[in-house]
């Protein structure tokens, strides 16, 4: 300590600690204030309003034609309710990626369903349509086929939709798309969440873009639509009094939050494309320098890099890789843990698993958010690197010893 300096002089002048960089941030675009302002002049705050109506039809119109879209409060909420319109109901069973977060699977036990997880392949890591396949024929002949497939687009790359449309169709399930995580990307030259008769949409703080907090249904059928619409709003039937006649639920998005979501879908395409470019500086640096593979972007349809997730090198760990970077105050997480791996489900029936296994044991989702300044990301780049190195130097070391 300086001279005649106290303790608290000396913390004044000391540097003030680097800036926390998270794994994936909202970003404005700028109209969002302007719609909220309207939505606050109007005083339409509520779960009504023309802002709700405004982002629905913008979101539909992206979407294409014949689309109809419900926003809801959250993404779970969405699937929640597509499986009910779907007729989901106790000891049905309903497949499910297993690589993926535990959103996508909650809504099957909300009605009283079994969850049957399915593996990945390895091209896309995403749902195997082979296995599926497999577990649709075994059913088939047992008489115990799901009620639906919920196949996850997970960190924004499609799974490979045609096949798995085409046994859906065959085989009589019901196709889900939870495209929470692949928003402004495509399978085919189609948007996501337009192949399936039902898909959802998550608008949470991380996403591609958000509401703070909200989903969407997607469906072509508007008797569908208008039906989840009514559960959305504790089923209220078109009286005076409130009266109803069926069960309902407290999930529609208020007018205030579909402000926002309306200017964050007009520059959908520029975080799409900040977000492509976050990975491809990712890759170029890091499978050169550190040996790490980027997810990839499979031949059938463009990638929305919701997150840049990386396979690791062999040794590498990646909960010492995320404690490092921690150290270093920047957020990254393993890759989702399979869903037939989590205590939860532990009695639950599962396709396979060993791929969604390799995975997770490897894969690391590192800061992607699409205002990501380059020289943050070249302290991800550069704390990543040293930690990867120092693993490699103990692992020499060791082998060094044993021999």
């Given amino acids: 300590m300086a001279d005649g300096m106290t303790s608290a002089e000396v913390a004044d002048v000391a540097e003030p600690p680097t800036e926390r960089l998270y794994l994936s941030v909202p970003h404005m675009g700028g109209r969002e204030l302007e719609y909220v302002r309207q939505a606050f002049e109007s005083n339409w705050l509520s779960t009504v309003g023309p802002q709700i109506d405004a982002f629905e039809e913008a979101m539909a119109a992206r979407l294409g034609a014949g689309v109809k879209t419900v926003a809801v409060t959250s993404g779970t909420a969405a699937l929640h309710l597509v499986l009910r319109a779907i007729g989901v109901g106790p000891e049905d069973r309903v497949a499910v990626s297993t690589l993926t977060f535990a959103g996508s699977v909650f809504p099957i036990l909300y009605l009283g369903a079994q969850p049957v997880f399915i593996d990945s392949e390895a091209q ?58 692949s928003l402004g990307a495509t399978y085919r030259g189609r948007q996501t969440a337009t192949t399936a008769d039902y898909s959802i949409l998550s608008f949470n703080g991380n996403k591609m873009i958000t509401t703070s907090g909200g989903g969407m249904v997607v469906t072509r059928d508007e008797r569908v639509a208008t039906k989840v619409r009514k559960w959305a709003n504790q089923s209220r039937e078109p009286a005076v009094e409130y009266l109803h006649e069926e069960l309902g639920y407290n999930y529609r998005m208020s007018n205030v939050l579909a402000a926002i979501g309306r200017g964050q879908l ?138």
């Avoid at 649709?136 to 086929?145: D, I, K, N, V, Y």
């Avoid at 919920?150 to 799974?159: E, N, R």
């Avoid at 990501?372 to 490699?392: E, F, K, M, Y």
């Fill in 124 to 181: 896309s890591w995403n749902i195997d349509p082979n296995l599926v396949e497999d577990y649709f024929r075994s059913t088939s002949a047992g008489g115990t086929l799901p009620k639906a497939l919920i196949v996850v687009h997970l960190y924004g790359q499609h799974a490979d939709l045609d096949p798995l449309a085409e046994l859906c169709e065959r085989y009589g399930v019901t196709l889900v798309e939870d495209a929470a995580e």
């Fill in 266 to 403: 007009e520059v959908l395409d520029e975080r799409v494309a900040r977000r492509r470019a976050v990975a491809e500086r990712y890759r170029a640096a890091l499978e050169r320098a550190g040996g790490l593979t980027l997810q990839p972007e499979a031949p059938w349809g463009t990638h929305s890099r919701w997150l840049s997730v990386f396979a690791l090198p062999d040794g590498a760990e990646p909960l010492r890789l995320v404690a490092d970077l921690a150290a270093d105050n920047i957020e990254a997480r393993p890759m989702w843990r399979p869903m037939h791996t989590q205590p939860l489900f532990k009695e639950s029936s599962a396709i396979g698993g060993k791929v969604a296994e390799r995975l997770f044991a490897r894969g690391i989702c590192l800061p992607s958010s699409s205002s990501l300044a380059n020289v943050d990301q070249g302290r991800v780049i550069d704390a990543l690197t040293r930690s990867i190195d120092a693993q490699r130097r103990v692992m020499r070391g060791a082998e060094s010893a044993g021999s």
